[in-house]
């Protein structure tokens, strides 16, 4: 691209928004065979890159260079390299501050880049479809013979599908009323695009009071016609979309949380991660130390309003999330030092790290925004710019070195990550509504100190075949063979649904408001090397990066496996029980047997608790009794006791009689005369045997 002669100081060129760029949509043209829905609308000979001041520009607006490999210019690559690995460092090597659970199926990198956190991720949920988008190629060949192979799903996408309405004037005018040096946390100052244009279609001219003529006014008639709304319309939902190092990418960032949030799946996560290089240390007396950063910095921050596309970490404001629908908004911040100021070794790798990043970040982020765009007083030629960019680097060399040897104050960059949820849907288990309470624990406390069993005797899976598909199956199959008629069956089954159901509720809720350490809670836990084992710690202290691993670490009391296991074996062995009347006096041991048989498999499950260490023998036991009892009070809501001689025929539907304060009055007058004597009698005699009843009298 030819380069003009710069314009005049003081002086901003025009720039005219581009149109609206075509809505995505999917398409066969992917950049992965594996890749069975794309949503590229890119290909690489879409790409218009721009060549100014010697670097590489994906297009006309984006601030940030690219790669270039017809040039082999792979420096912003490298750069963007350096920088992921000061992210990951800064988290004690966790890749997000998000609570992924095993089960995410689908995760999307924003604005990837050369790719590093999309592979790292990749390698680290291999069940996971790992999906980046970019606008511009990057050297991924790199990036995967580095980090390894990941099977990551590579998209060349604009996500700007909104195109940008600037209002120079007004983003100007914004600069009079901050303090770009020190006022950074407040939302993005840009206004929302105006609404008028989308309305009526009037132009600027034609709806400014003092301009309302004749002669000005102008209708766009096309506007008269339905338009569709731009979006992303992706062909399936994400668990995750991940944003880094993302200012100044988009000029509204209202639509682009609202396509995030369509984009993920009930319950998936957003998260946010940039970083600035905080507040510029001042001397004593407020003295500035470092004149030519602090110039510079307020420049380019100048000329990113003046492009349209402020800078800064506007875009992370709570408010554009809270009103996308977000819930459970989080921030994470850590400082990471600039040089080797601090005492801790490994902090000292990553303060160097990071001297390096701020000393090759400002050429990048101001050469395009200064010369094209420029500060409020000037545009800024390129051999100024490079100029000036030397000497705010050997201020940075100096206030560093002068903070290793202690004579000035460390000097931090701010990272910060923001976390959000989409909302569940109603219909999600309570297990991932609510955190259990973590109570606090000792390191050195041998009873939650066992090994965690990765592989369980009986997985959640298997319980819900013994548990539930068995005894389900086992009531379809007695319908249908023996035709009880449709009450009694419809009563049965649902007596056995009920029970499940009900079980599992009270004892998520139990578990949660108990929040009992599990017997292999530490292993789960993985404290950060350093923890004092005699004293009280909390979660915290856990390096473990899976959500549920963990968190299931405090949900032992009552053992839910045993509630459940109880809960439907133990309904079916009071059915079968009833049916085989087995308190009949004299009854076949085969049939007490029979009956039994439910209840033993329900113990061996509960037992396998103790043998995974996932509870104690007490969580079993609490946990097997409640199931138990729950069981019992529902089979009792549709059948007389087991001692009543009509035990295998339910209640009578109440809404045959007189609604449900029938059945009460059903089940007194079915106690008080038709309770068996546990002594001898005819077995198969019925109301002529000579069997005596409790109360004396006979039938």
Not at 28 to 56: F, P, Q
Not at 81 to 88: D, Y
Not at 295 to 302: D, G, Q, R, S
Not at 637 to 652: G, M, S, V
Request: proline share 6%; glycine share 8%; aromatic share 10%.
């Amino acid at each position: 691209m030819d380069e003009g002669p710069p314009p005049p100081e003081g002086v901003v060129a025009p720039h005219a928004g581009p149109p609206l760029k075509r809505p995505r949509a999917d398409s066969d043209d992917s950049a992965s065979i594996e890749s069975i829905r794309s949503v590229r609308t890119l290909a690489s000979d879409d790409l218009d890159y721009v060549h100014e001041n010697g670097r590489t520009y994906a297009n006309e607006s984006y601030y940030l260079p690219c790669v270039y490999k017809p040039n082999n210019d792979f420096v912003e690559q490298d750069r963007l390299s350096l920088q992921h690995e000061i992210f990951v460092r800064a988290l004690k090597g966790k890749l997000t501050t998000t609570k992924l659970l095993p089960s995410t199926r689908r995760i999307l990198d924003l604005g990837t880049g050369p790719g590093h956190w999309a592979v790292s991720m990749a390698q680290q949920y291999p069940r996971a479809e790992v999906v980046g988008i970019d606008i511009t190629e990057w050297d991924i060949e790199t990036t995967e013979a580095t980090l390894g192979e990941s099977g990551v799903t590579w998209e060349l996408d604009d996500l700007d599908v909104w195109g940008r309405e600037i209002h120079v004037d007004d983003l100007i005018a914004k600069l009079a009323e901050l303090d770009l040096a020190t006022n950074m946390i407040h939302r993005d100052p840009i206004e929302s695009p105006r609404k008028i244009h989308q309305d009526t279609g009037l132009s600027d001219a034609a709806t400014s009071p003092s301009n309302l003529s004749e002669e000005s006014l102008t209708i766009d008639l096309t506007s008269l016609n339905p338009k569709s709304e731009p979006g992303w319309h992706f062909s399936d939902t994400f668990e995750l979309i991940h944003l880094r190092n993302m200012k100044g990418t988009f000029t509204h960032w209202e639509g682009v949380y609202e396509e995030i949030y369509k984009s993920l799946s009930p319950g998936g996560w957003v998260e946010l991660a940039d970083w600035d290089l905080g507040q510029v240390p001042l001397g004593p007396g407020d003295k500035v130390v470092m004149p030519t950063l602090r110039k510079l910095y307020v420049a380019f921050m100048e000329a990113s309003f003046r492009s349209g596309r402020p800078l800064g970490l506007f875009y992370m404001h709570h408010s554009y999330l809270e009103e996308a629908g977000f819930v459970d908004i989080q921030t994470t911040h850590v400082n990471v030092p600039v040089g080797q100021w601090v005492d801790d070794e490994a902090q000292k790798s990553l303060g160097k790290m990071m001297f390096v990043l701020g000393m090759e970040i400002f050429e990048p982020v101001c050469l395009r925004l200064l010369t094209r765009w420029g500060s409020k007083n000037k545009v800024w030629t390129e051999d100024e710019l490079r100029a000036d960019v030397r000497l705010a680097q050997q201020e940075i060399k100096d206030y560093v070195e002068r903070s290793e040897r202690g004579e000035v104050e460390g000097w931090c960059a701010s990272f910060k990550w923001i976390t959000a949820r989409k909302s569940w849907h109603a219909d999600k288990c309570i297990q991932f509504l609510a955190e259990p309470f973590h109570r606090m624990f000792f390191l050195d406390n041998l009873a939650i100190g066992y090994p965690h069993a990765e592989i369980e005797r009986v997985s959640v899976g298997w319980l819900l075949i013994f548990s539930a598909a068995v005894p389900l199956g086992l009531l379809v199959a007695w319908a249908l063979l023996f035709r009880p008629g449709s009450h009694k069956a419809h009563v049965t089954i649902l007596g056995l649904i009920i029970s499940l159901i009900l079980t599992s509720f009270i004892t998520d809720v139990i578990k949660n408001a108990v929040g009992r350490p599990r017997p292999d809670l530490i292993a789960r836990c993985k404290p950060a090397p350093g923890t004092p084992a005699h004293q009280l710690v909390t979660y915290k202290v856990c390096t473990e990066t899976d959500h549920h691993t963990l968190h299931d670490g405090w949900r032992s009391f009552p053992s839910g496996h045993s509630s459940f296991a109880f809960s439907g074996l133990g309904y079916l062995s009071l059915f079968l029980a009833g049916q085989c009347h087995v308190y009949r006096p004299r009854a076949d041991l085969a049939r007490v047997l029979l009956a039994l048989a439910p209840l033993l498999g329900a113990a061996l499950i509960a037992i396998s608790r103790c043998e995974d260490y996932r509870h104690d023998v007490y969580d079993v036991t609490v946990g097997s009794l409640l199931g138990l009892a729950i069981a019992h009070y529902t089979y009792r809501r549709y059948y007389p006791a087991l001692r009543n001689r009509l035990c295998a025929t339910p209640f009578p539907n109440p809404a045959d009689e007189k609604g449900w304060g029938k059945v009460k009055g059903d089940e007194e007058s079915a106690r008080g005369v038709q309770e068996f004597e546990l002594s001898e009698f005819d077995e198969e005699g019925d109301g002529d045997s000579e069997a005596r009843l409790l109360n004396g009298g006979r039938r």
